[in-house]
């Protein structure tokens, strides 16, 4: 296959156009619910066997689901984020009732749920279709999406190469065209990574923006949930389905007055990016990733947009987000049952031996540093309206290879080392998108990170607009998946 030519699509058309477009001709009436169930179980058995994006589907649970739309409309049809029966893929980390909820991890692998996740019940009741459950490393810890249950997730774009994680399984799915919408979370890039490796769009939210889990420690605001698409209108109408006041997660938001899809819409190329390659030598880069992000950037220049080469300080990053990242997975993971805890693969475990090894000033340290990150981006956010730089710093690996053992030139010393672009929107609680820039010399999609401010996810999502219609990156899916070992491609 020549590095020029975009995959073909061989799937049914509807599977072909993107959410908003699909949820606009529900609502007129010139599609069913039911006929795109039938159009994503086409084409989910036509890929699945090679990629292996979605295992658990639950086909009579979404026809059945279908039977109640028309009550569903009476109460939410109105809604900015109504989604009209639109399938959508629910990631193997939350419940879905009388579905399977493995998190990947063999103790849990005939798991059925006895309640949906309050996430879920909120998008069936805003027209949503659970057509299945999408793949995850176990518990969500990695950055290539892999598990005991169910195996290895491939890359659309390179069948050979892993999809990233941890919502690997939800970037391929929208990569391939299995579903329009998937949702997925995020603690360590586990949205942005594998958009960007498949070509796609994730948004990682401000916390509290989306109310997911039943979690004992819901407190914690490192890990959340947000929206996947295959373009930035799709990921801002997901991310208004998603949207409510919560009062049982003590950290959730109110909904905004204006939706989301509104900012997209009234998106003016009017905007001052800064770019920073590395976040001043924090995070390496290989040199073509940084060069499809120069000439993104200098795209959009001719359109308007002032694009500025500059970094806010973002000292003691590196410890202060491993330490969150410890207290997480200490308090999670690491009060499991035993029965679970013995299932726990090598880098799991490491997780959460780091959690509980912390000694008092580690936690400390972390809480003060992290305000003073905070505040650093605040300050550097009103001089610019986003932060950009890379997703992650190399493409994707062989999905046989859980972690690069080095991103250019620079040791990866252990399976998170190598996503910590990821770690300054955890760590200061800003939203950040991944949005599909461009491809590496292999052909393989590069994404950009966007950083906006406190609670900006519509001006976030407006700067990506201005990108995306610039690049004209709304072509790049969806796409068969592609065997480079195979001649005939």
Not at 383 to 393: H, N
């Amino acid at each position: 296959m020549k590095n020029t030519t975009t995959p073909s699509f061989s799937g049914p058309e509807l599977c072909s156009l993107e959410a908003h477009q699909v949820v606009r001709l529900l609502v007129k009436g010139e599609i069913s619910a039911d006929e795109l169930v039938t159009a994503s179980l086409s084409r989910l058995n036509q890929v699945e066997p090679k990629i292996n994006a979605m295992p658990i589907t639950c086909e009579q649970r979404a026809r059945d689901s279908i039977l109640n739309l028309g009550q569903q409309q009476q109460k939410n049809g109105s809604h900015s984020g109504w989604l009209a029966g639109l399938p959508i893929g629910i990631k193997d980390l939350n419940d879905v009732k009388d579905v399977r909820t493995t998190f990947g991890n063999i103790a849990l692998k005939d798991n059925v749920a006895e309640v949906s996740d309050p996430l879920v019940e909120l998008l069936e009741s805003r027209g949503a279709t659970i057509i299945g459950k999408t793949n995850t490393p176990e518990f969500g810890a990695g950055g290539n999406t892999f598990n005991e249950v169910f195996g290895m997730t491939r890359n659309p774009w390179d069948i050979s190469k892993n999809a990233g994680g941890s919502s690997g399984g939800a970037a391929a799915s929208l990569a391939s065209g299995e579903v329009w919408l998937s949702h997925g979370s995020d603690l360590a890039g586990s949205l942005r990574t594998p958009a960007a490796y498949c070509g796609v769009v994730g948004l990682r939210p401000s916390p509290g923006r989306v109310s997911a889990g039943r979690s004992p420690t819901a407190f914690l605001m490192e890990a959340v949930s947000g929206p996947m698409a295959r373009t930035v209108q799709d990921a801002a109408l997901f991310l208004d389905s998603m949207t409510a006041f919560n009062p049982r997660y003590p950290l959730s938001l109110e909904a905004p007055i204006d939706s989301f899809q509104r900012a997209v819409i009234e998106a003016d190329s009017k905007i001052r990016i800064a770019y920073s390659p590395d976040l001043n030598g924090f995070a390496p880069v290989e040199n073509e990733i940084d060069t499809v992000l120069r000439q993104a950037l200098l795209k959009t220049e001719g359109a308007g947009v002032k694009v500025e080469e500059d970094c806010p300080r973002i000292d003691h990053l590196n410890m202060t987000y491993k330490v969150l990242r410890g207290i997480y997975y200490g308090a999670v993971n690491g009060r499991m049952p035993e029965h679970i805890q013995a299932h726990f693969k090598q880098t799991l475990k490491k997780n959460v031996e780091f959690g509980q090894r912390l000694e008092l000033d580690n936690i400390y340290d972390a809480y003060r540093n992290r305000t003073t990150l905070y505040h650093s981006m605040c300050d550097f956010l009103e001089i610019y309206d986003v932060l950009a730089c890379p997703v992650v710093g190399l493409e994707p690996g062989l999905v046989k290879q859980e972690f690069p053992p080095s991103v250019d030139g620079e040791v990866v010393e252990d399976y998170i080392d190598w996503l910590r672009f990821s770690f300054l929107s955890t760590t200061t609680s800003l939203p950040s998108i991944s949005i599909p820039v461009g491809f590496t010399n292999s052909y393989m999609p590069v994404g950009m990170q966007l950083i906006g401010p406190p609670r900006g996810e519509a001006k976030l999502l407006a700067a990506a607009k201005v990108i995306e219609d610039v690049l004209g990156s709304v072509k790049l899916t969806p796409i068969d998946p592609v065997d480079k070992t195979d001649n005939s491609t």
